[in-house]
C-alpha cells in the first residue's frame, strides 16, 4: 500500500526544502504541497511548515480555510507543525502585538527580548536565535527514535513556546531561557527547529515522523 | 548546553564555478559548486554562502539551477548573495531552496527595499552584506565606512550606524566583510568585527581575511562573532571544515561536532 503525506501550502515559507527533505528520506510515496482539503485529508500524515511573522501566516491559515482542515486532521493523523507551523498550533503569541492562534496545544509564543543575557555568564545573546543548538529529549518518542540525546538541531527563530502543561514537553533548548525545543501530544508532534535543515537528524526526524502511527 | 558558533565555508560562484577572486582581482578556477557543497556538507559546514558574482543578468539562471541542485541533496541551511535587487530576486532564489538571501548594494542604494523584504518574506532570511573599510587615520579613533563595488565605490555612510539601521529596518543578520581584509589571509579586521557585533542585537558574521584557523577562533574570541565565513582556506585543501571545528573546540568554543 502506497503511502502520503500533504505538506499544507499556505503561501508561507520553505515548503520546498520541508518536501524535498520527506523526499529525501526514501520513506514516503507520494508527497502533496498543497492546500487542497480533500488532498490534505485524504492523505496518511500532515506537515505544517511555516516561516516569518505569525500574523501574516494565521491570516493566510484562516483566508484559506486552513484552520478547519488542520482542526480537523489533528483529531486523527500523524501530523508535525515546524516553526512558525508549531507556534501557530498554540493558544496565542505576542509576536505582532498580539496575535491569537489555533488553540490546538495549550500555552504561549513569547519574545526573547532584544536584550537577551545568558543568566550564567551575563553575557548578551542575539537574537534571533539562529544557528545549531542541542535538543534535550524530555520524553522517549517514536520521533526521537535513532537520535541521540541532546542532538544538535538547527534553529532561525526570534519567539519560542512555552506550553501551558508541561506534560506536552518532548524537548528543550536553552537560549537565554528554556523554552520547548518539541512538544508532543498523542498523534501530534511540533518541532521549533527545522528537521529539513538539520542534516542527518533532521532527515532521521522526519523518517520517524513518516514511519509514526501516530501513538506516541 | 548553548548555542554553537558557526563555521561558513563561502562559494564565490560566476558561471555556474566556484571561482576565488583574490581581492576581487586575480581569479582561479576550483570547481562544480554541487561537488564542493556537497563535501562541505559531509564534512560537517554549519550553512554554505553562495556568492553570485555573475554579471549579466541571463546568466542568473545558472544560479538558480546552482541552488536548485545543491538544495535537493545538502540539508543544511543555504544563503544566497549578489545580484539581489528585487522582492522578485529574493522569491526566486527562495523558492529554489535557498534559506536566506544576502543584501549588498541594492541596501545601499534603497534602504527600504530592506525593509519590503524582510516583512515580507521575514527578518530570518534577510542578511544585509556589509562592505567596510577602515577610513579613520593612524592614531585617529577607528572608523569603517561601507564601500559598494567591490570596495571601489565609498559611500560616506559609517559602518556601525549603517549596521544599526539595517537591524532597525529588518535584517536578520549581518555579513561583514572586511575590504581591507579580503584575500589577504592575514585575518579578520576584529575590532571592526567587535564593533559591529557588539552593537547590534542580531548575529554578526565575520568575513575576510582568513589564512589559518587561529583567524576563526579569533573572530569568535575576539571578534565576537557568531559565525565565521571563509573561502579559500576550505577550497583550495588548505583545512578542512572538521580540522577548523576542532580547532575552534580545542580554544573552548562550542561548535557542532
Redesign the interface.
Known amino acids: 500500500m502506497s503511502s502520503s503525506v500533504a505538506v499544507i501550502d499556505y503561501g508561507m515559507g ?1 515548503l ?2 520541508v518536501a ?2 520527506l523526499e ?1 528520506t526514501g520513506c514516503v510515496d507520494k508527497i502533496f504541497v498543497t492546500h487542497d482539503p480533500a488532498q490534505i485529508l485524504a492523505a496518511d500524515r500532515v506537515v505544517l511548515p511555516g ?3 505569525i500574523r501574516d501566516c494565521m491570516g493566510e491559515i484562516l483566508r484559506l480555510g486552513m484552520d478547519q482542515v488542520i482542526n480537523e486532521v489533528v483529531l486523527n493523523k500523524p501530523f508535525i507543525g515546524v516553526c512558525v507551523g508549531m507556534q501557530a498550533l498554540m493558544s496565542s503569541s505576542e509576536e505582532n502585538g498580539g496575535t491569537a492562534c489555533l488553540g490546538i496545544l495549550p500555552g504561549e509564543v513569547r519574545f526573547f527580548g ?3 543575557v ?1 543568566p550564567d555568564s551575563d553575557a ?11 535538543v ?1 529529549q524530555e520524553i522517549d518518542h517514536p520521533l526521537w527514535s535513532g537520535i541521540e540525546q ?1 542532538a ?1 538541531f ?5 519567539y519560542y513556546v512555552s506550553p501551558t502543561d508541561s506534560t506536552y514537553l518532548a524537548g528543550s ?3 537565554g531561557v528554556a523554552f520547548a525545543a518539541a512538544l508532543a501530544h498523542e498523534n501530534i508532534f511540533a518541532a521549533q527547529f527545522h528537521p ?5 537528524v ?2 532521521q526526524l522526519y523518517a520517524n515522523f513518516l514511519k509514526w502511527d501516530g501513538n506516541g | ?6 563555521i561558513i565555508p563561502c562559494l564565490d560562484v560566476r558561471d555556474g564555478r566556484v571561482v576565488k577572486g583574490v581581492q576581487f582581482v586575480d581569479i582561479r578556477d576550483a570547481g562544480d559548486p554541487v561537488e564542493i557543497a556537497r563535501r562541505y ?1 559531509a564534512e560537517g559546514a ?1 550553512e554554505i554562502t553562495f556568492l553570485d558574482i555573475t554579471a549579466s543578468s541571463d546568466d542568473r539562471e545558472t544560479m538558480v539551477h546552482v541552488v536548485e541542485q545543491v ?3 545538502v ?3 543555504l544563503t544566497v548573495g549578489g545580484g539581489i535587487r528585487k522582492v522578485e530576486d529574493i522569491r526566486r532564489m ?4 535557498a ?1 536566506k538571501v544576502g543584501i549588498n548594494t541594492a541596501a545601499v542604494f534603497n534602504p527600504e527595499f530592506v525593509k519590503e523584504a524582510a ?1 515580507k ?5 534577510i542578511v544585509v552584506a556589509i562592505d567596510a573599510k577602515k577610513v579613520s587615520a593612524e592614531g585617529e579613533k577607528n572608523r569603517w565606512e561601507i564601500f559598494t563595488h567591490g570596495g571601489r565605490k565609498p559611500t560616506g555612510l559609517d559602518a556601525i550606524e549603517w549596521a544599526k539601521k539595517m537591524v532597525d529596518y529588518g535584517a ?2 549581518i555579513l561583514l566583510t572586511s575590504m581591507d581584509r579580503d584575500g589577504t589571509k592575514i585575518g579578520f579586521d576584529l575590532e571592526l568585527t567587535r564593533a559591529i557585533s ?1 552593537a547590534v ?3 554578526v558574521i565575520a568575513s575576510g581575511g582568513v589564512g589559518n584557523l587561529d583567524h576563526l577562533v579569533d573572530g569568535v574570541t575576539r571578534g565576537h562573532a ?2 565565521v565565513l571563509a573561502a579559500s582556506i576550505f577550497h583550495f585543501g588548505e583545512y578542512t571544515i572538521q580540522e577548523a571545528k576542532q580547532r575552534m573546540a580545542d580554544a573552548g568554543i562550542e561548535v ?1 561536532l
Open positions: 520553505n520546498h526544502s524535498k527533505a529525501h516561516v516569518g511573522a532584544d536584550n537577551l545568558d548578551a545573546l542575539k537574537v534571533p536565535h539562529m544557528g545549531w543548538n542541542q534535550h541532546d544538535r538547527y534553529f532561525v527563530h526570534s533548548t536553552r537560549h529539513e535543515k538539520s542534516q542527518h533532521g532527515l | 548546553m548553548a548555542l554553537a558558533k558557526r556538507d554549519d538544495a535537493s541533496q540539508f543544511i541551511p527562495l523558492n529554489a531552496g534559506d516583512e518574506f521575514g527578518s530570518q532570511c536578520g543578520e557588539d542585537h542580531v548575529p557568531e559565525a557542532r
